[in-house]
Nanobody, 121 residues
Framework: QVQLVESGGGLVQAGGSLRLSCAASGRTFSSYAMGWFRQAPGKEREFVAAISWGYGSTYYADSVKGRFTISRDNAKNTVYLQMNSLKPEDTAVYYC??????????????WGQGTQVTVSS
């Protein structure tokens, strides 16, 4: 079992930055691929970024490439999402998840409860 708790959301002006954290419980954190997803009001949940468990390979949605950075600290059982140059369209509830493989990241084996990010124009 892996439990995930997100933090770091809030209200920021367009062009600003936020760093989201996702703290995981469990001793096997380092063996999971980790991902960030978001869901805006009235829209479906969408993929934002993912990081593999081994080499730490990273993947991004085109909409955030060059602005967001995903990273992980296995010693702290934490995955981060650094968000720069935020836009109003980044407003959403952000969720982290964990999966045994990157191929399974869309489905996810475990999900956090989400943290709200609001970007004002």
């Amino acid at each position: 079992q892996v439990q995930l708790v997100e933090s770091g959301g809030g209200l920021v002006q367009a062009g600003g930055s936020l760093r989201l954290s996702c703290a995981a419980s469990g001793r096997t954190f380092s063996s999971y691929a980790m991902g960030w997803f978001r869901q805006a009001p009235g829209k479906e949940r969408e993929f934002v970024a993912a990081i593999s468990w081994g080499y730490g390979s990273t993947y991004y949605a085109d909409s955030v490439k060059g602005r967001f950075t995903i990273s992980r600290d296995n010693a702290k059982n934490t995955v981060y999402l650094q968000m720069n140059s935020l836009k109003p369209e980044d407003t959403a509830v952000y969720y982290c998840n964990a999966a045994r493989t990157l191929q399974a990241i869309q489905r996810g084996d475990y999900w956090g409860q989400g943290t709200q990010v609001t970007v004002s124009s």
